[in-house]
């Protein structure tokens, strides 16, 4: 579990195939301490600690790599990298889990101001869950959207953000990482299950296995 507050930004080392996967090992920009088994977002991806050695190495699986840009990488492209969430921590963002929904396609950069807004392409599945002034994450970035419509949504990116994670180095057409927020797909499953359970009483109730 994250939160969506990149902690640093992190450099492609080495991208090379595993078996049907791939080991991605990144350098970490700053101090950052982790242990073997650790997860670790990577642009919003949640990936296990293989290796630690300088670098931090991890497997990405074939699976992974179909969901997510991981595979699109070279070495020294940025990434930003966030540590898992302590229980005892701030919840300064939203619960993000770092498992991927799809990807994206940054369609407008525009400068107002000192905020710099981005527009994000994203298929339905997405956007079924994407409300005004809610959350989604970015590569891994905790994120409030401004506006959308039913293929796209805007979000309005801080210069601290746009410094301290890779979001600033995006250009038009680069695809990124998207997640939506959790409790949306909660409710709804729960929603789901309430009508088909009304349905089915209906149903009984209709054919007179139920007396009300």
Same mark, same amino acid.
């Given at each position: 579990?994250?939160?969506?507050?990149?902690?640093?930004q992190?450099?492609?080392?080495?991208?090379?195939?595993?078996?049907?996967?791939?080991?991605?090992s990144?350098?970490?920009?700053?101090?950052?301490?982790?242990?073997?088994g650790?997860s670790?977002s990577?642009?919003g991806v949640c990936?296990?600690?293989?290796?630690?050695?300088?670098n931090?190495?991890?497997?990405?699986? %074939?699976?992974?790599?179909?969901? !997510?840009?991981? &595979?699109?990488?070279h070495? @020294?492209? $940025? *990434? /930003? =990298? #966030?540590?898992?969430?302590?229980?005892?921590?701030?919840?300064?963002?939203?619960?993000?889990t770092?498992?991927?929904?799809?990807?994206?396609?940054?369609?407008e950069i525009?400068?107002?101001?000192?905020?710099?807004?981005?527009?994000?392409?994203?298929?339905p599945?997405?956007?079924?869950?994407?409300?005004?002034?809610?959350s989604?994450?970015?590569?891994g970035?905790?994120?409030?959207?401004?506006?959308?419509?039913?293929?796209?949504?805007?979000?309005?990116?801080? %210069?601290?953000t746009?410094?301290? !994670?890779?979001? &600033?180095q995006?250009?038009? @057409?680069? $695809? *990124? /990482? =998207? #997640?939506?927020?959790?409790?949306?797909?909660?409710?709804?499953?729960?929603l789901?299950?309430?009508?088909?359970?009304?349905n089915l009483?209906?149903?009984?109730r209709?054919?007179?296995?139920?007396?009300?």
């Amino acid at each position: 579990m994250f939160t969506g507050l990149v902690e640093i930004q992190g450099s492609v080392a080495a991208l090379e195939k595993a078996g049907k996967g791939i080991r991605l090992s990144v350098k970490p920009l700053a101090e950052f301490e982790v242990s073997l088994g650790d997860s670790v977002s990577v642009n919003g991806v949640c990936l296990t600690v293989t290796k630690h050695d300088g670098n931090i190495s991890f497997d990405v699986s %074939p699976e992974t790599m179909r969901s !997510t840009d991981l &595979g699109e990488l070279h070495a @020294g492209h $940025r *990434v /930003n =990298l #966030e540590r898992a969430l302590r229980l005892a921590d701030r919840l300064g963002g939203h619960i993000v889990t770092g498992h991927v929904d799809n990807v994206g396609t940054v369609r407008e950069i525009r400068q107002v101001g000192e905020y710099t807004f981005y527009t994000v392409d994203a298929p339905p599945d997405i956007m079924r869950y994407v409300v005004k002034k809610g959350s989604v994450a970015i590569d891994g970035i905790s994120l409030t959207v401004v506006d959308l419509d039913n293929r796209s949504f805007s979000v309005a990116i801080i %210069p601290h953000t746009l410094t301290a !994670t890779n979001i &600033g180095q995006r250009r038009v @057409g680069d $695809r *990124v /990482n =998207l #997640e939506t927020d959790i409790i949306g797909k909660y409710v709804e499953k729960l929603l789901d299950k309430k009508d088909r359970n009304t349905n089915l009483m209906n149903v009984l109730r209709e054919e007179g296995f139920v007396n009300d």
